[in-house]
């Protein structure tokens, strides 16, 4: 174990967490139910990621009820289908058709996951500027990737996706990610870190 010296956090068990928390799809548990305490435990754990001025302005939506999960994950296909099939035909390489087959997958099995968890904040978008608009979703997706740290222990899948939301929410709000949460039904394959450019090709430093 590598331990900070100071915080007693075991780095590497962290970067292992860090690096392997990623998108799941095919292989999850559809059958299986994320039990709402659990959700509610992640959302708590979520509640301490940073947020512009402090002000807790983020709100959660779990959503479990079957004809709501079906309405939004046929909103979720009218966006979905045609953005994937326009990515088929351009993406032809065999590790984007993988992806490509497994989001497909969760586009055509949405409704039957066990439990959606809707990120929102309240008051609308400010669409004055790019700067506020940046600021406005910059406080959310710091609790989203937190929730998502904090469900991959669970053995939830965590992918994030930009979702209309059709379900009645707190007056004025606006619905920011949509997260499908069930169980891993191989967390093995889970747990292996996707491959990723290293650091050398993607980062420049400016002297």
Known sequence: MTQ???????????????????????RLDLTRPVPYDVLLECIE???????????????????????TKAAI???????GRPYLAANAAIRVDDRSQRII????????????????????RL???????????????????????????????????RPGRRCISITRMPSPS????LLPSRRCASWRSATTPA???VPRHVARRRK
């Open 45 to 67: 754990i979520a509640g301490f990621a940073p947020m512009g001025g402090n002000l807790e302005r983020n709100r959660w939506m779990i959503i479990d009820d079957p004809a």
């Open 4 to 26: 900070h010296p100071d915080t007693g956090f075991d780095l590497a068990e962290i970067d292992r967490l860090m690096t392997t928390t990623k998108q799941v799809r095919q």
């Open 174 to 177: 606006c619905s920011a990610y």
């Open 73 to 79: 994950a046929e909103r979720y296909a009218e966006t």
């Open 101 to 120: 087959d497994s989001a497909s997958f969760l586009v055509e099995h949405l409704a039957e996951v066990p439990a959606l968890v809707l990120a929102m």
């Open 195 to 197: 491959p990723r450019s």
């Open 123 to 157: 008051d609308r978008p400010p669409m004055e500027s790019q700067g506020a608009l940046a600021a406005y979703y910059g406080s959310v997706l710091p609790g989203v990737w937190s929730f998502q740290l904090a469900v991959a222990p669970e053995e939830s899948g």
